[in-house]
């Protein structure tokens, strides 16, 4: 069965810098999913992406997050400026329509030093 | 405001008895409702959606809209069903599902 594939499963930074995760989506899917946890609550919402376009994203969405789609296979998510508020498992999803179920690549851990 | 409501973080129960996991949710509209589970060191999967009405891996889940809750139930357990398990909602004309904080299912044998 076909899988979301993220890399790398755990990434360590510095405050400041600035890091990109990355995500392979399953190949006939056209809608992408950014989702955060923070170690002990609840998974969260951060971005969707559709047509090379952000289609929704949520407050913590903010000028320091970007997404693209730098080619016909990865999907991207990249965090400026780095903060100790943005250590958290990070994952990416996809799903053929936006109203069918999203799949789950297994995280990056982002810890931030 | 919408939010999903699971109660119980951790929920243990014996090989063979009946588990009923919660959900209850506060969404306007009409939202599709699923659950998802985490086995140890996996990757969310998808469990169940309500409007499959399917059973899967011995699992059901009704919707309830009057009492606007997505219990998941299985009526024997399995030391294998132990895992994390999510319910989240989807909303008409959003993308983004709203999850719940988990329920650790443990099943001892």
């Known amino acids: 069965e076909p899988e979301v594939t993220q890399t790398p499963s755990h990434q360590v930074t510095q405050m400041g810098q600035e890091v990109i995760l990355r995500c392979v989506p399953i190949?006939?899917?056209?809608?992408f999913y950014w989702y955060r946890q923070i170690l002990g609550q609840k998974v969260e919402f951060l971005v969707s992406?559709?047509?090379?376009?952000?289609?929704?994203k949520s407050e913590i969405f903010d000028d320091q997050f970007s997404v693209e789609r730098p080619d016909g296979s990865n999907f991207t998510l990249k965090i400026r400026s780095t903060k100790l508020e943005d250590s958290a498992m990070y994952f990416c999803?996809?799903?053929?329509?936006?109203?069918?179920?999203?799949?789950f690549g297994d995280g990056t851990r982002l810890s931030i030093l | 405001a919408q939010r999903v409501t699971q109660p119980e973080k951790l929920l243990s129960v014996f090989k063979g008895a009946p588990v009923e996991l919660k959900c209850n949710y506060s969404?306007?509209?009409?939202?599709?409702l699923f659950w998802y589970v985490q086995y140890s060191r996996q990757r969310l999967q998808l469990l169940l959606r309500?409007?499959s009405r399917e059973s899967i891996k011995g699992f059901t889940a009704d919707l309830n809209k009057g009492e606007t809750s997505f219990h998941l139930k299985k009526p024997f357990a399995q030391e294998e069903d132990s895992a994390m398990y999510y319910c989240?909602?989807?909303?008409?004309?959003?993308?983004?599902?709203?999850f719940g904080t988990g329920t650790r299912l443990k099943v001892l044998a």
């Open positions: 999803a996809s799903s053929k329509d936006s109203n069918q179920p999203q799949h």
């Open positions: 190949s006939n899917h056209l809608y």
């Open positions: 992406f559709y047509n090379n376009e952000i289609s929704e």
């Open positions: 969404y306007s509209g009409s939202p599709e």
């Open positions: 309500h409007i």
């Open positions: 989240a909602v989807l909303g008409p004309g959003t993308y983004k599902y709203i």
